[in-house]
């Protein structure tokens, strides 16, 4: 599975953006699927999750109620409205092997390259 984020950039405070990640192929059974960021110096951070059915999200305590997390067919999507300075970072999406999720950034088994957000 190779997976290609976009939709980063820069944006004042407040302001909103929509990532995307497109999957190489087909989850078949669908796979947990999930947003990640980082920023220099600090350890990875799980934005949100979706499990494979579609039906379970799951957000880190500083997005709920800013980001929506959802996916059609082969491509991930996280909205994100009301951002905030903290939230710059780069933002990576990840999928599992199963369709349940976890929380660690260990038991995703593959990664996007990233896209950039910047608030200001």
């Known amino acids: 599975v190779q997976l290609v984020e976009s939709g980063g950039g820069s944006v004042e405070a407040g302001g909103s953006l929509r990532l995307s990640c497109a999957a190489s192929?087909?989850?078949?059974?669908?796979?947990?699927m999930g947003w990640f960021r980082q920023v220099p110096g600090k350890d990875t951070e799980g934005v949100a999750r979706?499990?494979?059915?579609?039906?379970y999200t799951f957000y880190t305590d500083s997005t709920k109620g800013r980001f929506t997390i959802s996916r059609a067919d082969n491509t991930l999507y996280l909205q994100m409205n009301d951002l905030k300075p903290e939230d710059r970072a780069m933002y990576y999406c990840?999928?599992?092997?199963?369709?349940?999720?976890?929380?660690?950034?260990?038991?995703?088994?593959?990664w996007g390259q990233g896209t950039q957000v910047t608030v200001s």
């Open positions: 192929t087909d989850t078949g059974s669908r796979r947990c």
């Open positions: 990840a999928a599992m092997v199963t369709i349940g999720c976890s929380v660690s950034p260990e038991t995703f088994r593959w």
């Open positions: 979706i499990d494979g059915s579609g039906q």
